[in-house]
Nanobody, 122 residues
Framework: QVQLVESGGGLVQAGGSLRLSCAASGRTFSRYFMGWFRQAPGKEREFVATISWSGGSTYYTDSVKGRFTISRDNAKNTVYLQMNSLKPEDTAVYYC???????????????WGQGTQVTVSS
């Protein structure tokens, strides 16, 4: 099993940056694909980015390409989401999640953190 704890959310002005962190428990972190998802009020949870076991492969939803970067440090059992050039439409609760295989469908992820709020003001 994996337990996930996100941090790093907050309030930022449009155009600003934030870095989210997701710390994982357990000794098998490096065996999981990790993903970041977000959910705005009244909207369905949506995929943001995912990263492979080694960190060698990443994939992003179109709306964040070129602005967000997902990375991981397996020695620290942590995955990150660097968010630059933030827009008001990026406002949401951001969640990290883990699964054993690649995928962008949130329903297929096995483990979830509690979420961290990101608010971007205009």
């Amino acid at each position: 099993q994996v337990q996930l704890v996100e941090s790093g959310g907050g309030l930022v002005q449009a155009g600003g940056s934030l870095r989210l962190s997701c710390a994982a428990s357990g000794r098998t972190f490096s065996r999981y694909f990790m993903g970041w998802f977000r959910q705005a009020p009244g909207k369905e949870r949506e995929f943001v980015a995912t990263i492979s076991w080694s960190g060698g492969s990443t994939y992003y939803t179109d709306s964040v390409k070129g602005r967000f970067t997902i990375s991981r440090d397996n020695a620290k059992n942590t995955v990150y989401l660097q968010m630059n050039s933030l827009k008001p439409e990026d406002t949401a609760v951001y969640y990290c999640a883990a699964k054993h295989t690649y995928g962008s469908n949130w329903r297929e992820y096995d483990y979830w953190g509690q979420g961290t709020q990101v608010t971007v003001s205009s």
